[in-house]
């Protein structure tokens, strides 16, 4: 699942200083350092009848180009009850809507652009 990626991505403590909040309400992602929003991304979450998990969560794995519905990266969430991740999209329209089975749908520009900042571990709270 993990290719072409140098070994610092899977160093223990490897962009700690980073985390995820994410607003499903506002449809925002941000990336918190050092108690700061650093970065903030429109998103698209979970429809009502699969809501985005609330909760506080762990990147637990990714993937580089999983294609279809899931973009150009994939961030699974450590989420007990469900397959959650963050990820990008081929519905670049849906963005900014609740259409999702529960997964953070991001432009495929914004989560590129993410995943220079966090990796497996990141912590991601949803509120």
Known sequence: MLKNYPYEYY???FRADYRIT??????RLYLIK???IFKSYPIATGKPS???PIGTF???N?????????????LGLDAPYGDYGIHGTNNPSSIGKSVSNGCI???NKDILDLVKYVWIGTVVKIV
Do not use: C, H, L, Q
Request: positive net charge.
């Open 50 to 52: 699969t809501p985005t």
């Open 34 to 36: 050092d108690n700061k």
């Open 11 to 13: 160093s223990e403590g």
């Open 62 to 74: 990714a993937a580089i180009n999983p294609g279809g519905p899931f973009g150009v990266r994939w």
């Open 105 to 107: 749908r991001m432009y």
């Open 22 to 27: 994410i607003k499903p309400n506002e449809k």
């Open 58 to 60: 762990k990147i637990e």
